[in-house]
């Protein structure tokens, strides 16, 4: 079954396969980032129907949506060119401190050991990590790479959190970090 409706604002149905394609990705994505990748799922869309290839002939071929997403996720995980300056991977790590600490975000929050690294106290619903369960979230932000969490523990599982390195970026980098804090996406450390 195709998920493209014909009678569904196309828009949204790109929407809808590009959220349907992050959930079978280990990463966490921004809603900026899911927007830019329908945008351009859209526009392939438009592209094949000039060609005569209306939306839902992708389907049996090649995933557009998967595609889409993965393209424009790489502008935010691949190293940038070129890398990011100490001074701004401090402000970011600042920027993200100030938002995870918010009254809208609300957690509590402690400089990490690295200057790009910020720990996120686990609360009651967080998933278990570390050895005991019981180990904090650890959120960073690299000069030559993008976002990612994991536990705060030895050989703890990263993701990646697919993000613009912005103060905007660093904001919805938050508003993930609160939801996995607070178990609302489950477990996204699990294989």
């Known amino acids: 079954m195709s ?29 900026s980032v899911l927007d830019e990748a329908a945008a351009l799922l ?13 939306p839902k002939a992708w389907d049996w071929t090649v995933s557009l949506a998967s595609g889409a997403l993965e393209v424009i996720a790489s502008r935010y995980t691949r190293t940038p060119g070129p ?13 993200l401190l100030e938002a995870l600490a918010s009254a809208e975000i609300g957690l509590t929050v402690l400089p990490g050991t690295r200057k790009h690294m910020t720990i996120v106290e686990r609360r009651p619903e967080t998933p278990r990590g570390g050895y005991h369960g ?16 994991s536990m705060n523990a030895d ?31 489950g477990n996204p450390f699990r294989n």
């Not at 890398?83 to 920027?95: C, F, H, K, P, Y």
Request: net charge negative; proline share 4%; glycine share 10%.
């Open 3 to 31: 998920i493209i409706d014909t009678d569904t604002d196309p828009s949204a149905v790109a929407h809808a396969a590009v959220e349907k394609a992050a959930t079978g990705l280990r990463a966490l994505y921004a809603p």
């Open 42 to 54: 859209s526009d392939l869309w438009a592209v094949g129907e000039r060609h005569g290839v209306p």
């Open 83 to 95: 890398e990011r300056t100490g001074d701004q991977v401090t402000a970011l790590s600042r920027d």
């Open 134 to 149: 019981d180990a904090n979230l650890i959120v960073g932000i690299y000069s030559n790479g993008g976002w990612d969490i």
């Open 155 to 185: 050989g703890a599982s990263v993701v990646s959190i697919v993000a613009p390195a912005t103060t905007a970026g660093a904001a919805e980098v938050a508003a993930l970090v609160r939801a996995v804090a607070r178990g609302e996406l």
